[in-house]
Structure formats: C-alpha cells, structure tokens
C-alpha cells in the first residue's frame, strides 16, 4: 500500500501542471491527454517476459512438477508476479517514464514440455494456454496478479493484458487435445493468402480454435474435471451460463474465450490488450472481443472508481506480424487487404521500425508524424519497437549501441515498446541457445548492479522517458526539422487547451554550446535541459548551456 511516487502518476502529473509545479527530473509539462490516440502515440510501453523478469517468490519456481529439463533458456526459470511488482514498488519503472507495462501472457500452460526443433520447451512465455481462467501457479497466484494491477494504477501506469484466442497450446501426453467442434489440427499455414493465414495451425502440433463456427459446443470433459477438483466447475458453468444469456451469442468456441478473457478485464481492471497473432483469426472476432473488453473495463471502473487511473477507454493493440505504416490502414494478406483499425484495433504493431530507424532519422521522423496526424493513421496509434520476444532479426543485435538504440525509440514519432532489458543492453545472443531462446534471456539485474557502462546506458533511457512522459509532443506532436546537421527537431502539440512544445538538439559537443532555437521558443523564454538538468533563457534566437552531453532535450520551464 505504499504511495511513494505518486507525483509520478498521470493523474497527479495533470495537477502539477495545472499548478506550474515542477515534475520530473528538471522536465516539467502537461503530461497527460484525454485522447486516446495521443496518449497511446505517446505512451512508453514497457513488454517484459515475467519468467525471466524477477523471481519476487522462490516458493513458486517448481509449480506443476515442471522440471528444468529443457533446452537452454527453455524451462520456468524463476520470474513471477511478485517479481514484477517488486520492481513496480522500488520505481523502477516510474524512473523509466513508463506509462504502460505488457506481460507475457500469465493463464496456466500446458503442464509439460515440447520440442518443435529447437530442443524440449515449456510454456513459460505464456502463448501455450492450457485454462484460460487460471493463473500459472509458476507465476503466482490470483492474488499476485490483483497486487501488481493495482500497485501500477497507483503509480499511474497502465497494465496491457497478452490475449491469445486463436490457439491453445501444443498437445502433448500431459496435455490433450481439445476436442475436434473446438480445434483444427491441420492443415498447417503457409502463410499465401487469406485461409492460408487465418484457417489452419500457425505451426504443427498448435491446434486452431475454430473462431469461425457458430456451432454450439459442450465443454471439453478434460476442462469439467479440471474445474471439478478444483471445486469450481458450478462456478464456472453457471458464469457461462450468465454470459450467454446476457449477450444471446451461440455457445461457439470463441464466446468462451472472449467470456474467460474478458473476466481478467472486469475483475483486475486491466486497461487493454495486447492481441496475440492478430491476423490469423477473423477481424470480427476481434471486434467481438473489443466490445465486450469494453463493457468489462467499464463495468471495473464504475466497482472501482478509487483503482481508476481516468476515463480513457479499453486499448487494443495488434501483432499484425509485418504490418508497418508504411501500408496506411490495409494490410495486404495476398487475395485480400484488411483495416485492422475497423475491427477494434486502436493501435498495431510497427514492424518497420526497426529499419526505419537504422536509416534517416529524420525521414522516419517526418514520415511517422504526417502519418499520424494527418496522413492514413490520424486518430489510431502504432507501436514501434527495436527488439522483441520473436523477432529473429532486432536492431543492434549485439547491442553496440545502446544509447542511440534509445534516443532513437523513445524519441521517436508513436507509441515506444521497451523490450525488457533494452535498457540495459541485456544480451540477445546467448551462448547455448537455440532461436527466439536468445531473445529471452533471464534479465541482467547483475550487470546494472555492477554499475560502469550499464549503468550509464540505463540513465540515458531514463532520461529520456522521463521528458518523454513529460510531453506528449514528443510522441503525438508536429515534427519539424529546424537543421540538419548537427540535428535539431522539434515537436508541437495543440490540443483541447494543451500546447506542449519541445526541441531536441542532437549530436552537440561537450561543454558550452549555443543552439539556435529557430523561433520555437520566444526571446525571453526560460528553458530547461531535461537530459542535463541545465536552465538558461533564450536571447537572440538561442540558447547557450553547459553540459556533459550531446544530446539537449528543451522544453519551457513553467
Ligand atoms: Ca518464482
Ligand atoms: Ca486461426
């Protein structure tokens, strides 16, 4: 119940701002917009795998009997629930500007382990689901996850829930089948057109809900005799029971899942979903499934009305695997093209964003900006990221550059996904591993205990998602190029009685420096230096500051 950085919180931040209070490290700002898609462009998401985060409670690491047999980086190896809301209590992410955290999915796995050919796996990336309405006891209990959700809130950060609704996870001897009316178990995809992405299995042995049928189905009997010796099947027959006849849908496979999905919504106050595979169900279903996300999300906020962070809506954003915003609102599955912002979607995943950012900064700066506010993506939101738990192929994979991977995303036009460990250039080639095992490595908690060069790159990303959450100019503002060399930038953002401006000066050199400030900012105006700390007034044009670093991050002090 600690309330330590509650000035942190958005909420709080509106009040400071209100108040001409100082907010931050040296940044001040008016934080928080009630638009959604100006929010979300300028949100901080941070997406960490909660088995390898933080191991907050050794009491639960071999839950279910699960061994740690598997491959390298294969097995539960520790992290939990508790884990994650350690790191939420000592500020951690409050000190990161985070404004939203993605967990790995956390419903029970399936109990054993698989080789897809990449040596013998467990679920404990939480993308194999075995109940939808249980927590995996590896990564704690109800009660852990109702902890984390509402010490975040208190914090003001937002809490993304991993949806999956397309799959269940492998068949394996511990793990059966669910029954034929639910899955499909061939063909496999081949990914050419539209069925051959949506209807059939992702991989082998990766059974398909049957998200398509309207046909009414029982309950798979492995399912009843779980809930039985838990003693709740009643429960739980009677809620479905309730679910049905309020909504009047068939008893179809995905009406079950969006009733056990939607119930983590209504009950912890999760404020969106990440959706899992997103283009390889209908876009209906996904549309479905936000409407009742939404209602559930309402229904937590008017039980909850001291949990609630504010009023913005249910958030959901899409793995569109290869989506980029390049292709506007349509994503182009061979033999049809889809607007996933039409089917729910407020915001999907930037693929390109890792190439984009490794060319002209300032052409993905400009393009990303037009796009958003005026272009094919006004009012939605997309999601860049540099590295991920899947993508065999991230920016700077042997992390050479950690602090330019940073000033990169996290000023970069659109919501900034941090990939656990980003911050602290944790290792993406693990020797031993196989695959997307390299990307999933145990968080290097060590390497920032010893201080020296990881240290450093964690203060810069600090740093810069402190003046990030300060201006949502940074994200969802007006980018114009002032110079080109060295580079300077600002961003501008008018809305609903907010004006928030910044510029950003990169590569200056150490010491004294003056930078013009190209008419942003008024003769006259007192600025602060968010990266250093440093103030001055702006006289003919510029500013002259002294400071250790090259990067200068200006804004108004009010
Ligand atoms: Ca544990
Ligand atoms: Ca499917």
């Known amino acids: 119940m600690r309330r330590v950085a509650t000035f942190l919180s958005l909420g709080a931040l509106v009040l400071a701002a209100s108040r001409g209070d100082r907010a931050g490290s040296g940044a001040t700002g008016p934080a928080a917009s009630a638009d959604p898609a ?38 539960f190896l520790g992290g939990d629930l508790a884990g994650v809301r350690q790191k939420l ?33 467990y679920g404990f990336h939480g993308y194999w689901t075995r109940d939808w309405t249980a927590v995996d006891p590896a990564l704690g209990t109800e009660d852990d996850l109702r902890a984390l959700v509402d010490e975040a809130h208190r914090r003001g950060i937002r809490v993304l829930m991993d949806a999956i609704i397309n799959h269940t996870g492998p068949v394996t001897a511990q793990d059966p089948q669910w029954p034929d009316d639910w899955v499909r178990t061939s063909p496999q995809c081949h990914y050419q057109d539209y069925a051959t992405t949506v209807h059939c299995t992702l991989v082998r042995n990766l059974p398909d809900i049957l998200t398509d049928r309207n046909a009414p189905v029982e309950l798979p009997a492995a399912l009843r005799e779980k809930w039985e010796r838990e003693g709740r099947l009643d429960r739980e027959v009677s809620e479905l029971d309730a679910f049905f006849r309020r909504t009047g849908y068939p008893r179809a496979p995905r009406y079950h899942v969006i009733k056990w999905l939607t119930d983590w919504v209504r009950e912890f106050g999760f404020d969106g ?35 609630a962070i504010d009023t913005l809506p249910f958030y959901m ?49 400009a393009r990303y900006a037009a796009t958003l506010r005026t272009g094919a993506l006004r009012g ?31 000023l970069a036009p659109g919501g900034a996904q941090i990939y656990y460990g980003d911050e602290l250039a944790r290792p993406l080639r693990i020797a031993g591993a196989v695959g997307d095992a390299n990307l999933r490595g145990l968080m290097n908690w060590d390497d920032l205990a010893r ?15 402190q003046f990030r959450r300060a201006h949502p100019a940074v994200g969802a503002g007006e980018h114009r190029r002032l110079q ?20 950003v000066a990169m590569d200056q050199g150490e010491g004294a420096k003056t930078i013009r400030v190209f008419g942003v900012f008024p003769d006259g105006a007192e600025l602060t230096d968010a990266y250093s700390g440093e103030r001055g007034t702006v006289t003919n044009g510029a500013i002259s500051l002294t400071t250790d670093f090259g990067l200068v991050l200006l804004s108004e002090r009010r």
């Open 451 to 465: 201080g020296g060069a990881t240290a450093l790159v964690l203060r810069h990303w600090r740093r810069l998602g």
């Open 38 to 75: 100006v929010f979300w462009n300028n949100a901080t998401v941070y997406f960490l795998l909660t088995d390898r985060f933080q191991n907050g409670d050794p009491g639960n690491d071999q839950a279910l009997g699960r061994a740690r047999d598997g491959a390298v980086l294969r097995s």
């Open 89 to 121: 209590e000592e500020g951690y992410f409050d000190s990161l500007g985070v404004t939203a955290i993605w967990l790995t999915p956390f419903l029970e796995q399936i109990h054993a382990g698989v080789d897809e050919g990449t040596g013998k796996t």
């Open 273 to 307: 979903y990440r959706i899992d595979t997103a283009k390889h169900f209908e876009e209906s279903v996904s549309a479905e499934l936000k409407r009742e996300a939404s209602l559930a999300l309402a229904d937590w906020k008017r039980a909850n009305p001291d949990k």
């Open 317 to 365: 954003v899409g793995e569109v695997y290869g989506y980029e915003p390049s292709q506007g609102r349509g994503y182009n599955f061979g033999d049809r093209t889809v607007d996933f912002f039409a089917y729910g979607y407020d915001g999907l995943i930037n693929f390109g964003f890792k190439r984009d950012a490794a060319g002209s900064l300032d052409d993905a700066f």
């Open 380 to 410: 939605v939101a997309i999601l860049n990221y540099l590295s991920s738990h899947d993508d065999g192929s991230p920016y700077d994979p042997d992390r050479t550059d950690p602090l330019g991977a940073g000033t990169r995303l996290l």
């Open 484 to 503: 080109a060399t060295p580079y300077i930038f600002s961003r501008t953002l008018e809305t609903d009685g907010l004006v928030d401006r910044v510029l």
